[in-house]
């Protein structure tokens, strides 16, 4: 696999179209802390890292949704930085997703984080995604 995020994001956006309660995806760390992100701002409904034999581990997300309409509660999953071409923006130019209703994640060197959270410490790198 050469592009472990992608393959995250997808595995969420797919278990959402066919109406998952639970979704199993292989752990790293850049990917459990995305999780806790997407947990911390209300986009999904719980998650659980898990060890495994192989001792990569799993994380298994329940999604959210709607009560009344049954829609998911992640509008889009977007990848924005890809292994052929890395997006970095600086402090002044991170991305404002639907001028602030959504999140964008950033890789820095300070750690993955929201765009809010590195515009606070004045930090920029990596654009990873962007969720609604």
Same mark, same amino acid.
């Given at each position: 696999?050469?592009?472990?995020?992608?393959?995250?994001?997808?595995?969420?956006?797919?278990?959402?179209?066919?109406?998952? *309660?639970?979704?199993?995806?292989?752990?790293?760390?850049?990917?459990?802390?995305?999780?806790?992100?997407?947990?911390?701002?209300?986009?999904?409904?719980?998650?659980? /890292?898990?060890?495994?034999?192989?001792?990569?581990?799993?994380?298994?997300?329940?999604?959210?949704?709607?009560?009344?309409?049954?829609?998911?509660?992640?509008?889009?999953?977007?990848?924005?930085?890809?292994?052929?071409?890395?997006?970095?923006?600086?402090?002044?130019?991170?991305? *404002?997703?639907?001028?602030?209703?959504?999140?964008?994640?950033?890789?820095?060197?300070?750690?993955?984080?929201?765009?809010?959270?590195?515009?606070?410490?004045?930090?920029?790198?990596?654009?990873?995604?962007?969720? /609604?």
């Amino acid at each position: 696999m050469t592009d472990p995020i992608s393959d995250y994001l997808t595995r969420l956006r797919n278990a959402q179209q066919a109406g998952h *309660r639970l979704v199993e995806i292989p752990a790293s760390k850049m990917k459990k802390r995305i999780t806790e992100i997407l947990y911390n701002h209300g986009y999904i409904l719980k998650y659980k /890292f898990e060890d495994t034999e192989d001792n990569q581990g799993v994380i298994k997300i329940a999604l959210k949704y709607d009560a009344a309409t049954k829609t998911p509660t992640i509008k889009s999953l977007v990848r924005i930085s890809t292994p052929g071409l890395r997006q970095y923006k600086g402090k002044s130019e991170l991305p *404002r997703v639907l001028s602030g209703l959504g999140i964008a994640i950033v890789s820095t060197s300070k750690g993955v984080m929201t765009e809010k959270e590195a515009r606070t410490q004045g930090i920029g790198g990596e654009v990873l995604c962007e969720i /609604f």
